[in-house]
């Protein structure tokens, strides 16, 4: 029995449910493995009183420390983050509030390995932490966690030296390991791990119906990410604007909901432009099933589960050339991959309305990423790091509990 204790800043919870879903969505296809036991700890970054009374922050302040969330044994301890500090000491207050916890975790659970899913300020904690007991770190890169923690003033140091000890890493997509490599982490280290969908669930329906469920007759473009400069709504909407006729619908909630919601009423456009705002993960196959395609600006990702779900409903996806987007937009039938521009993004998205690939080809582009790969993926590679681990420190491998 292999004994992970997973470790993730990034996981839904009662005031989040949208957090990290496909990091809950892994976490429990790996905890039901029939040789795995785990266990999570899920912290909670709050500011000091009397920051932390402010309403923003109320609600996770009043999450449980610990619960039973879909079946998992899942801690939520609080550690405290200093604003205006550019998060360089984010990973010294994780260190001090988990290893009292972790070391009375051990007492009836002595985890073989510490999987990181996300790198910072995960990676550079649990390293330190892994170093404490004694056991393997595995890290997990899935995008801005490397692309903007590894290369910010106040953390890429951090974030380097983590990858540099860490026993094993991995990487949403080649390119997402090419990234790493380039920051300096050791290639031989990364596995490249990719992303799950449950295609039971993210399945073609019949369009028409869909769409008119959402209120919608004609052409209908989807978008799908947090309101933030980095995702580019904001080029989908201006390619859209210059689309007659075209529907626009962009889920997600964030900083950038005033200036979207301005630039829809400059260009004109409310009556086929909608902020859905955040969108519960169960809805969203209805919503991707119904749209003709599937556009997301990004200026950087690692591998967007958005692009992946999109496909699976038979809706080809208009991306720009971001982290690993060649390792989805395989064939002409999966989508176009963009200047990130609304001209380009007009013409790619034209182009897909006028000549709508076949739907089960569109679809099978992301038949290989299924959550049964992730998890099989996921308990070989930890179970090789734990093997590698007790042959080089001269450790017996103890018997399950």
């Not at 196959?285 to 599937?294: F, G, H, N, S």
């Not at 996806?317 to 380009?344: M, S």
């Not at 569109?362 to 790969?373: G, K, L, Y």
């Amino acid at each position: 029995m292999l004994r992970v204790l997973t470790l993730s800043t990034l996981f839904p919870d009662a005031s989040r449910p949208n957090f990290g879903v496909f990091v809950e969505r892994q976490t429990l296809g790996l905890a039901a493995h029939p040789e795995v036991a785990l266990r999570l700890v899920a912290p909670v970054g709050l500011p000091p009183w009397p920051l932390a009374a402010l309403a923003h922050y109320r609600p996770l302040a009043a999450l449980p420390g610990r619960e039973l969330w879909k079946g998992l044994d899942t801690c939520r301890p609080r550690f405290t983050t200093i604003p205006g500090t550019g998060a360089r000491f984010h990973v010294a207050a994780l260190v001090r509030r988990l290893t009292p916890l972790l070391t009375a975790i051990r007492r009836d659970f002595p985890f073989d390995v510490i999987d990181a899913e996300f790198f910072f300020p995960d990676g550079p904690a649990a390293v330190a932490l892994g170093r404490h007991f004694g056991v393997p770190v595995s890290i997990k890169a899935r995008g801005a966690d490397v692309h903007h923690w590894g290369t910010a003033p106040a953390t890429a140091g951090q974030v380097v030296a983590a990858g540099q000890q860490a026993q094993g890493m991995l990487a949403v997509s080649q390119a997402m390991k090419a990234d790493m490599v380039a920051l300096g982490l050791p290639a031989e280290r990364i596995r490249v791990h990719s992303t799950g969908v449950d295609l039971n669930r993210f399945a073609p329906r019949e369009r028409d119906e869909a769409k008119a469920a959402l209120g919608i007759a004609g052409p209908l473009v989807v978008s799908l990410g947090a309101l933030i400069p980095r995702k580019g709504h904001d080029i989908v909407l201006r390619a859209v604007a210059s689309l007659p006729g075209v529907s626009l619908l962009i889920a997600g909630e964030g900083p950038e909901r005033a200036a979207l919601e301005a630039e829809i009423v400059q260009a004109g456009v409310g009556d086929r432009v909608r902020l859905l705002g955040s969108v519960p993960h169960a809805d969203l196959p209805a919503l991707l099933a119904a749209a003709d395609v599937m556009a997301l600006a990004s200026s950087s990702e690692g591998l967007a589960n958005a692009w992946v779900e999109a496909l699976a409903c038979g809706t080809p996806i208009a991306i720009t050339d971001a982290g690993g987007a060649g390792e989805v937009v395989t064939t002409p039938a999966a989508g176009r991959i963009v200047p990130r521009d609304a001209v380009a993004f007009a013409a790619a998205i034209a182009d897909l309305l006028a000549t709508p690939p076949p739907r089960d080809e569109t679809r099978n582009a992301a038949a290989r990423f299924t959550w049964e790969a992730n998890t099989a993926a996921l308990h070989d590679h930890l179970s090789e790091l734990v093997a590698h681990f007790r042959v080089f420190h001269g450790m017996p491998r103890h018997s399950a509990a």
